[in-house]
């Protein structure tokens, strides 16, 4: 098995639970004015990772 842990500086989503643990974090940050919090959990969830690649690749496998 390949392994599906993105490794980049600012660790990208691989799964669908990460994606959604990345978003409500984006929201509590907005709920509470934490602007600083922002641009890092934006940075997450873009860009392409050959992790994540990796990961729905196998899961379309299955």
């Known amino acids: ?3 599906t842990t ?3 500086v600012i660790a990208h989503w691989v799964t669908d639970d990460d994606r959604q643990q990345i978003n409500d974090a984006i929201a509590y940050a907005r709920e509470v004015g934490d602007l600083q919090a ?3 959990l934006l940075a997450r969830l873009t860009q392409p990772c050959e992790a994540r690649d990796t ?3 196998q899961k379309e496998g299955s």
């Open 55 to 57: 990961y729905r690749a």
């Open 6 to 8: 993105c490794h980049h």
């Open 1 to 3: 098995m390949s392994d």
């Open 38 to 40: 922002l641009p890092l």
